[in-house]
């Protein structure tokens, strides 16, 4: 069975400092890990990494993935009210019949202090 | 603009009662997914449907069925057999039934017992 370990699993930090959020994944047949960020309703989406040691970046946001070691991390700098959220990593495996839909972890609760 | 519709955002349901929960996508996305996600936990799969007329089931489908008669449309209906129905549903919608893509989420519906 497929599985996805998000750590920690809330976080509280005060703005302005660097954070850094932790994902492991079992996946069969591994295609892609993907972070979101839920607020009130629907996550969005943030990045999708496939490839191990290529940095995707995206203003303050930042995330890699070693498919070596099957995890990912998501790294926020100077951080703001406004990153307070749910953060959701997902892994996308492909079993050769079709989409499987992604397996999420339960998600890092970040909340930024003024 | 493109995007994901569901409706209602709030639903309530009485003992013995089937609803059903709508999905609307103009994305033109040929797969569709449905998620349940409760308090603390992360998304877990209910169906997914790759084509029209055709779907499959998660992790989780016992208590719930769902259609596929137009590209458009994925709905969700929440049987009686559901003994724990209460929880958050989202649906969501992605390019390609290839695995691992990118998935965008409608704002969901929250679902609660009578």
């Known amino acids: 069975e497929d599985k996805v370990v998000q750590s920690p699993l809330s976080l509280v930090v005060h703005e302005g400092d660097t954070v850094t959020l932790n994902c492991s994944y079992e996946?069969?047949?591994?295609?892609?890990l993907l972070w979101y960020k839920q607020e009130k309703k629907a996550p969005t989406f943030l990045f999708m990494l496939?490839?191990?040691?290529i940095e995707k970046k995206s203003g303050r946001l930042s995330s890699i993935l070693d498919k070596k070691e099957l995890f990912s991390i998501l790294n926020i700098t100077a951080t703001q009210t406004g990153d307070s959220a749910v953060y959701l990593c997902?892994?996308?495996?492909?079993?050769?019949?079709?989409?499987?839909?992604?397996?999420f972890g339960k998600g890092t609760h970040l909340i930024i202090q003024p | 603009d493109g995007g994901i519709t569901q409706s209602p955002k709030y639903l309530f349901r009485k003992e013995g009662q089937n609803v059903t929960l709508s999905c609307e996508q103009n994305l033109n996305h040929d797969a569709m997914y449905w998620y349940r996600q409760d308090p603390g936990q992360g998304l877990r799969l209910i169906y997914y449907s790759q084509i029209v007329n055709d779907f499959q089931k998660g992790d989780i489908a016992e208590g719930y069925s769902v259609s596929r008669e137009k590209k458009e449309s994925f709905p969700l209906t929440v049987t009686s057999a559901q003994k724990n129905p209460t929880a958050f549903y989202l649906c969501?919608?992605?390019?390609?039934?290839?695995?691992?893509?990118?998935?965008?989420f409608g704002d969901g519906t929250r679902l609660s017992i009578l």
């Open positions: 997902a892994g996308g495996g492909y079993s050769g019949g079709g989409a499987d839909g992604l397996t």
């Open positions: 969501a919608s992605s390019i390609a039934w290839t695995g691992g893509q990118p998935q965008h």
């Open positions: 996946v069969t047949n591994f295609r892609s």
């Open positions: 496939t490839s191990s040691g």
